[in-house]
């Protein structure tokens, strides 16, 4: 019997020394993290509140405490104030492609310089194309990641949340029925399922702009390839961990 894969999605840390960013809730989900050992660890981007050097700073020593060390993509407010230079320094490439154990997963750069909207393009489309005709037949979970949201979010306002391309890269995942998609930007927890692939936002860790009573958080993604998926919110305002959603897969 094949061993159930933990991942955790945390997002939206908005770290910075400048305030808007509560310290003791970054560490109750690390004290969290230690506990749930997940396999590997995923930041949906937002990682700093305005891209600033002071903030990278501070983001890369709170990064070092978490284990494993987290894949990153980043948002719209790392961009910020020519933040992507500091993102490259600081954290890694923008857009990248890692394999944990039988985990596929393409991190991708969704946000442009100092825009909140976000897409994909055309360059990233056709890089997953040719990624994904290159995995068939082989055993792997394939989960894509990016910062904006894929479909609208309840409770998650009116601005331009959507990628531009939204259409364009929801065809293609569910095409090459990609297994995840892990996104976060606006703050809401929210798991929904279009045909054979679930779609993942993530809370916000540690910033004080929560939505409504949603509070502060992080996900973890059990999944049992060919059997079940399960998507638990770990809230960290209410100490407590609660089923969002759970899935049945379709057998490999
Ligand atoms: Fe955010
Ligand atoms: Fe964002």
């Known amino acids: 019997m094949s061993r159930s894969i933990r991942i955790a999605q945390i997002s939206d840390t908005h770290i910075s020394p400048y305030g808007g960013f509560e310290k003791r809730l970054f560490e109750a989900a690390l004290e969290k993290l230690r506990r749930l050992k997940p396999d590997v660890v995923i930041h949906c981007g937002d990682l700093t509140d305005n891209g600033l050097l002071p903030e990278y700073e501070m983001a890369s020593e709170f990064l070092d405490s978490i284990k494993p060390s987290p894949l990153v993509v980043p948002g719209n407010h790392d961009e910020r104030n020519y933040g992507s230079t500091l993102f490259r320094e600081f954290v890694g490439p923008m857009d990248t492609q890692v394999r944990v154990g039988r985990l596929a997963i393409f991190l991708m750069n969704s946000p442009e310089p100092d825009r909140d909207e976000g897409r994909l393009g055309r360059r990233r489309l056709l890089m997953l194309e040719n990624s994904f005709q290159d995995l068939v037949g082989e055993d792997v979970v394939k989960i894509v990641v990016f910062h904006h949201h894929l479909v609208p979010v309840p409770y998650s306002g009116r601005e331009m949340n959507v990628l531009e391309d939204a259409g364009d890269v929801l065809e293609m995942v569910l095409r090459h029925r990609v297994d995840l998609v892990l996104m976060g930007h606006r703050h809401v927890r929210r798991a929904l399922r279009i045909e054979d692939t679930v779609l993942v936002n ?39 961990e609660r089923l969002l959603a759970e899935y049945p897969l379709r057998k490999q």
């Open 202 to 240: 993530a809370g916000t860790v540690s910033s004080i702009r929560t939505r409504g009573r949603l509070g502060n958080s992080f996900n973890l993604i059990e999944i049992e390839p060919g059997k079940l998926m399960r998507v638990f919110e770990a809230n960290l305002t209410e100490g407590v």
